[in-house]
């Protein structure tokens, strides 16, 4: 499985940036699916995580209401749709992708850059 990760980008506060997950070797609904970020200087956050495909989605508190998650099942992709942007949403971004009950991601892409200025 390979995870392509894609449309980060340079934005202004209040903007709005849609992010893409290409998911390749098995449909994406198999895996529990999430976004992280990483912002410089801080840890890894967990932004959204599904139980399977975008099943029950949870957000962290710090995008609830500005991001949210879709998926586009014929390019089995999955999309993160940022509302709002925030300079402190600076960060790379990455997908990651793990099996049902698994506990840890075994699957990642390679993260997009995404710029909010003030």
């Known amino acids: 499985v390979q995870l392509q990760a894609s449309g980060g980008g340079l934005v202004q506060a209040g903007g709005s940036l849609r992010l893409s997950c290409t998911v390749s070797?098995?449909?994406?609904?198999?895996?529990?699916m999430a976004w992280f970020r990483q912002a410089p200087g801080k840890e890894r956050e967990r932004i959204v995580y599904?139980?399977?495909?975008?099943?029950?989605?949870s957000y962290a508190d710090s995008v609830k209401g500005r991001f949210s998650i879709s998926k586009d099942s014929a390019r089995n992709t999955l999309y993160l749709q940022m509302n709002n942007l925030k300079p402190e949403d600076t960060a790379i971004y990455y997908c990651?992708?793990?099996?049902?009950?698994?506990?840890?991601?075994?699957?990642w892409g390679q993260g997009t850059l995404v710029t909010v200025s003030s």
């Open positions: 599904t139980v399977r495909g975008i099943m029950r989605p």
């Open positions: 990651a992708a793990k099996a049902a009950g698994d506990p840890e991601y075994e699957f």
């Open positions: 070797g098995r449909t994406l609904t198999y895996y529990g």
